[in-house]
């Protein structure tokens, strides 16, 4: 017969004990009956979806609702009833996410339910086009919308065919967070990384891709337009020297010629009659 302080008897009753709690704990735990989980159609849409929840047992008094989406509260959702309800009109891909009712009471915490809206990707903004030098590094993004969070791939499309990038490398460099992706490669190199490069977002319920365009230039680019500017000066400069060999040289004086104007010869004659008819006289 085993003595009251038998380790193996301790345990049991304490165990029967953990369990009558937890029966106990549950049974005063808040009853919440919600609408089932919504996808959203692809091909199709729809004008309208309804969330709705409804208390059906409660311990303690209650006190309100509300509705989060995401773990942040939905303005001018809060309402004293039992049963709640949220309608969101014309539902896209944005819409989608994690909702939650929660309801709140006097002398307990509060106790929810939740309702997943799911759909398929969106890609709602990318990065078109990158130009960047040869050596430098380039930065490729892409951002969606809808639920579940996409898993994310990169892929490099080259004549007509596209295979998935990793990291072998060492040059290129993918970060992923839940809606968001984005593409670093170093130490670009003009041969190899020019291209399009493709975003791909896929979750169970759909796939969505994008393309953007990388420019790689070549270390002389920023150096072009000063080296345009200095072609066209040395151009003008040969012209103008061209031109200047070919053009008549203008008539030059001789030295040995006096500067002043000549004097004819019928002034000398008249100075000569002159000087004999005073003589003669």
């Known amino acids: 017969m085993s003595s009251p302080g038998n380790p193996v008897l301790l345990l049991l009753l304490a165990l029967l004990g953990v369990l009558v709690l937890h029966s106990v704990s549950a049974q005063n735990e808040p009853s919440i009956n919600a609408s089932d989980h919504i996808t959203l159609p692809m ?5 309208q979806i309804t969330l709705q929840c409804n208390l059906t047992t409660a311990q303690y008094n209650h006190r309100e609702s509300y509705w989060t989406k995401n773990g942040e ?3 001018a959702t809060r309402t004293e009833q039992r049963t709640t309800e949220y ?8 819409d989608a996410g994690e909702y939650m009712c929660v ?3 006097d002398m307990a915490p509060p106790a929810n339910a939740t309702i997943e809206v799911k759909s398929a990707p969106d890609i709602t903004g990318h990065k078109r086009s990158e130009n960047k030098n040869e050596g430098e590094r380039a930065v490729l993004y892409c951002k969606s919308v809808g639920y ?4 994310w791939t990169w892929r490099k499309i080259d004549n007509s065919a596209s295979f998935e990038i990793d990291n072998s490398s060492g040059r290129f460099f993918i970060s992923n967070k839940d809606n968001y992706t984005e593409l670093s490669i170093i130490n670009l190199d003009i041969n190899s990384d020019p291209g399009e490069y493709e975003c791909n977002a896929n979750n169970i319920v759909g796939n969505a891709t994008m393309t953007s365009v990388l420019r790689v230039r070549s270390h002389l680019a920023p150096l072009w337009p000063l080296l345009g500017v200095l072609a066209e000066i040395l151009v003008l400069v040969l012209i103008i020297v061209i031109y200047e060999k070919r053009k008549k040289p203008d008539e030059v004086p001789d030295d040995d010629e006096p500067a002043g104007p000549m004097k004819t010869n019928s002034t000398n004659n008249h100075k ?3 000087l004999r008819q005073r003589n003669t006289n």
């Open 103 to 105: 309801y709140t009471f």
């Open 148 to 151: 579940p969070h996409p898993i």
């Open 272 to 274: 000569d009659k002159n």
């Open 43 to 47: 091909d199709a849409h729809l004008p």
């Open 87 to 94: 309608k969101i009109m014309k539902p896209r891909a944005e």
């Open 73 to 75: 509260e939905i303005v």
